[in-house]
């Protein structure tokens, strides 16, 4: 299947957008739309960080481990996704680029590894559903960020 891409222009310096992204219980904050039921595991940042959560999209509710695989400060953070009873494996990659105006671009892209073949047969209606719910993840990640960034320099 095809990956899906979809990214957004923050004030926060890479530095600053990295730091935030490296500690995942910073990412239910911003995910929580859709992923419930968190549990940690693992380190709270960095490679091996590790959580189990429920995802619910598209009418269906399935349970994903999420675990950081790569770490390229402040560049990347690469996310291992595995669920559907291990039927699905994906990638999920936090890509933070500065702006020459300040600022950081961030992308995050859903790459498929292995998909079930309900996944397969509907990939347009699954991608476009990956798509709208990341897009509504990145505008909260942004209002998440400011509050971070905002509460950490008073």
Known sequence: MKSVTVSIDVPQAPEQVYDFLDVMAHHELFTNHYLTDW??????????????VTAALGGTKTRVTIEVVEADPPRRIVERNLSAAGRRLAHGTYTI????????????TYAWARAPLADRLLALVVRATMRRANRAVMRRLATELARHVSAAGS
């Open 97 to 108: 680029e500065p702006l020459r105006t300040g600022g950081s671009h961030l992308s995050f």
């Open 39 to 52: 549990r940690y595991s693992g380190p709270g940042r960095g490679i091996g960080s590790c959580a189990t």
